[in-house]
């Protein structure tokens, strides 16, 4: 496998490959992925690859020849007031043949490392640190197979150190999710077990309201007893004594009929499963309450926050999310109804 096809099977973009390899000259897979992960933020990595310098460097090359050969021949000019013609023309044919080849590619004056591209240079300089650099008439040699061979080496290994790096980290971030969803799980149920605290609470206070107004209710009973106990001795009393003229007694006018008021109401709830739930709530209680008590403590396997209408069967009556905020007898449902659930 060439080393763009292994840059190109780890993930990296084709063009972003081919510039990694012309920057690092061909070093090698491991250099190419070095110079990519140390530039993979750069805006333009994914552009094509810059063509090669060297042509750029040549032509730097012959301006400062030229400049050099200017500089020479007015040294020459000067030295021929003072000397022969003959002997200064030599000395600068001998430099501007000396000078006159073309520069092949650039060398670091710190490590003797050549380089083809101003790339390569940019690369080998932040990796370095060094700053010296020059044009050379010296042609960069190939690596030798042994030279290829531990550049292999030495890129397996460092390929599979980032593996196990990068699957220590995904092991991490898993272990991590997996911690955040126990987290979330224990606070829905310690909401969930804190929202059935506060209700069977509300239905113990509402049973001991109901048994202080019962046995309120007992004694007044006890009250009208003992005073028809007593009308009926003073009534025993009047007829041993002797017969008086009585006034008539008004006729008591009969009273309308109270209507009695409920404060609870017993619902009877079924699920589309078919199973029932029976409970009892304050008649002055809004039907979305009911309606969050049903996603509680409903055991068909539905999800909480899955939602859900309500209706009637008798009267027909499905209710609305305005229904929702009204109270219980307001919509009818006391002393007692049937709620259907339905998706």
Not at 136 to 142: A, F, N, R, V
Not at 163 to 191: F, L, P, S
Request: aromatic share 4%.
């Amino acid at each position: 496998m060439s080393a763009l096809q292994t840059l190109v099977e780890m993930g990296f973009s084709e063009n972003s490959a081919k510039k990694a390899l012309a920057v690092t000259g061909g070093g090698g897979v491991e250099q190419a992925m070095e110079w990519l992960l140390a530039h993979a933020d750069d805006p333009g990595i994914n552009d094509p690859p810059a063509e090669d310098v060297t042509g750029a460097a040549s032509g730097h090359s012959l301006g400062s020849q030229e400049g050099s050969e200017k500089m020479e021949t007015s040294d020459t000019s000067e030295n021929k007031e003072a000397s022969d013609a003959p002997v200064h023309k030599s000395e600068e044919a001998g430099e501007a043949s000396a000078d006159g080849e073309a520069a092949k590619s650039i060398k670091c004056d710190d490590c003797g490392k050549l380089f083809k591209t101003s790339e390569e240079v940019e690369f080998h300089a932040v990796k370095s640190g060094h700053s010296n650099f020059s044009e050379s008439t010296e042609e960069k040699k190939p690596l030798s197979e042994e030279e290829r061979e531990q550049k292999k080496r030495e890129l397996a290994e460092k390929i599979k150190q980032r593996r196990k790096e990068r699957e220590e980290i995904e092991e991490k971030e898993a272990r991590e999710r997996e911690r955040k969803r126990i987290q979330m799980g224990q606070e829905i149920a310690e909401r969930k077990r804190i929202m059935q605290e506060q209700e069977m609470k509300r239905i113990a206070d509402e049973r001991r309201r109901e048994k202080l107004e019962d046995k309120i209710a007992r004694q007044k009973i006890k009250e009208q007893i003992e005073a028809d106990k007593r009308a009926r001795k003073e009534m025993f009393a009047n007829k041993e004594a002797p017969a008086q003229p009585q006034a008539p007694k008004p006729q008591p006018v009969a009273q309308p009929a109270q209507k009695k008021e409920y404060t609870t109401t017993r619902l009877q709830i079924r699920l589309p499963s078919g199973a029932p739930l029976v409970q009892e709530f304050k008649a002055k209680e809004t039907l979305s309450a009911v309606r969050l008590w049903i996603s509680l403590n409903r055991k068909d396997g539905v999800p909480t926050d899955e939602p859900f209408n309500l209706s009637m069967s008798f009267p027909r009556k499905n209710f609305s999310d305005e229904d929702m905020d009204k109270p219980l007898d307001v919509l009818g449902l006391v002393p007692s109804a049937v709620l259907m659930v339905s998706k």
